[in-house]
T-cell receptor, first 110, second 115 residues
């Protein structure tokens, strides 16, 4: 079983603050995805990282894949209320199966 | 290019009835995955299918649940004799067949309520 642990589970911050969400595993993944899910909707793919050590930026969001392809982080700069949601990481194995973390529920207060 | 489509978006069933959830993958995607999500929780894997083939059903209960992805038409998740504990959001995701890496795209989900 390839477990992905996400931390923190809950995060409540003020608008303008920075935050980092972590996704850790003892298993190696061929790729790792980050999603954001809003209430009543399906998860929306934010980014896929593939190469160990890879860093991708999406406006105020920075995603990093660990050198060993076992862990990843999501950093949000100057958070806004629109960033509120459930953030999910998912690792893909070599057999096209995906393993999801339990999610980080982010609340950004205006 | 239309995204993953699921219908119905909301489904209400009484205990003992059958629920049929449909998923049309993105164009060109040959892999379909079904997940279940309870309120305030993450996604729980149920089953992974390719056209006419179940690849991995390790997350699906052995009784009352079945899934198919026929050569033509949408993937179907079928729940027979529903019970209150089946109430949840069911999400379908599709994925293209890539050589180097893979990623999933999700539909909007079907919210099943069992009365």
């Amino acid at each position: 079983t390839q477990l992905l642990e996400q931390s923190p589970q809950f995060l409540s911050i003020q608008e303008g603050e920075n935050l980092t969400v972590y996704c850790n595993s003892s298993s190696v993944f061929s790729s790792l995805q980050w999603y954001r899910q809003e209430p009543g909707e399906g998860p929306v793919l934010l980014v896929t990282v593939v190469t160990g050590g890879e860093v991708k930026k999406l406006k105020r969001l920075t995603f990093q894949f660990g050198d060993a392809r076992k862990d990843s982080s999501l950093h949000i700069t100057a958070a806004q209320p629109g960033d509120t949601g459930l953030y999910l990481c998912a690792g893909a194995d070599n057999f096209n199966k995906f393993y999801f973390g339990s999610g980080t529920k982010l609340n950004v207060k205006p | 290019n239309a995204g993953v489509m699921q219908n119905p978006r909301h489904l209400v069933r009484r205990r003992g009835q059958e629920a049929r959830l449909r998923c049309s993958p993105m164009k060109g995607h040959s892999h379909v995955y079904w997940y279940r999500q309870l309120p305030e929780e993450g996604l729980k894997f149920m089953v992974y299918l390719q056209k006419e083939n179940i690849i991995d059903e390790s997350g699906m209960p052995k009784e009352r649940f079945s899934a198919e992805f026929p050569k033509e038409g949408p993937s179907i998740l079928r729940i027979q004799q529903v019970v209150r504990g089946d109430s949840a959001a069911y999400f379908c995701a599709s994925s293209p067949l890539r050589g180097s890496y893979n990623e999933q795209f999700f539909g909007p989900g079907t919210r099943l309520t069992v009365l």
